[in-house]
């Protein structure tokens, strides 16, 4: 049974950082995609990161250069390290798992087969 747990999510003032953490059990990250989504209120889902199984990696265009994915295969983890977090970066993080093992990296939340509960990061200004 694959599972995805968040974690790392919380309260941060405008112009800090987080590390969310995505822990995958029943399935290895390794050699798979992986993404991270947000929804914030009112809004769609939406992608933020991600990356493929040969590590290319995708950002949207509002966090680049702010925020990093990356996975740590013998911890079986995936992270998204988010700096200069702004108002607008509130929102509910999902982890997303597409263990199809495909070579592209997925940017549409459908071409996702797993995901995480989800974890509350909130920006204050």
């Known amino acids: 049974q694959v599972q995805l747990v968040e974690s790392g999510g919380g309260l941060v003032q405008a112009g800090g950082s987080l590390r969310l953490s995505c822990a995958a059990s029943?399935?290895?990250?390794?050699?798979?995609?992986m993404g991270w989504f947000r929804q914030a209120p009112g809004k769609e889902r939406e992608v933020v990161a991600a990356?493929?199984?040969?590590?290319?990696?995708y950002y949207t265009d509002s966090v680049k250069g702010r925020i990093t994915i990356s996975r740590d295969n013998a911890k079986n983890t995936v992270y998204l390290q988010m700096n200069s977090l702004k108002n607008e970066n509130t929102a509910v993080y999902y982890c997303?798992?597409?263990?199809?093992?495909?070579?592209?990296?997925?940017?549409?939340?459908?071409?996702?087969?797993?995901w995480g509960q989800g974890t509350q990061v909130t920006v204050s200004s």
């Open positions: 990356i493929s199984r040969n590590d290319n990696t």
């Open positions: 029943g399935h290895s990250v390794s050699r798979n995609a």
């Open positions: 997303a798992a597409d263990f199809r093992g495909t070579y592209y990296v997925p940017k549409q939340g459908k071409s996702y087969d797993y």
